[in-house]
């Protein structure tokens, strides 16, 4: 996946957003809500976008944790009755997306 489909997948599958065009300007929309234009939410790069996908995930999970083991982060999320996701990565950031998309690759 690119960075931008990998965007698309978080912002759709995790968070639960769709795409709207409102002034032929690109916006993510929820609940009747606009929360903001499409390019500016990158959780692949923003801190606090990514928190915003931890934040999600604990509304689905039993157990998150987000550790720095030497040089890397190590991001995991499980449920008490078996599914468990599990990442490492550079970055907090690209942990938590990838143990997101985990979790959606593992429901599709």
């Known amino acids: ?3 931008q489909q990998i965007i698309e997948t978080l ?6 957003w769709e795409k709207r065009d409102l ?9 009747g809500k606009v929360i903001c234009r499409r390019g500016n939410w990158n959780p692949l790069q923003n ?3 990514a928190w915003m996908i931890v934040k999600k995930l604990e509304q689905e999970f039993d157990a998150v ?4 083991e030497g040089e890397e982060w190590r991001f ?3 449920r008490y009755d078996a599914d468990e996701y599990e990442a ?9 997306c990838n143990v997101a998309i985990k979790a959606v690759e593992a429901t599709e």
Do not use: R, S
């Open 47 to 49: 801190k606090a976008d």
């Open 23 to 31: 002034q032929e300007l690109d916006y993510w929309y929820h609940d």
């Open 1 to 3: 996946m690119t960075e």
């Open 65 to 68: 944790c987000l550790m720095k």
């Open 88 to 96: 490492t990565a550079p970055t907090a950031q690209e942990a938590i």
């Open 76 to 78: 995991y999320v499980g």
């Open 11 to 16: 912002a759709t599958k995790v968070m639960g």
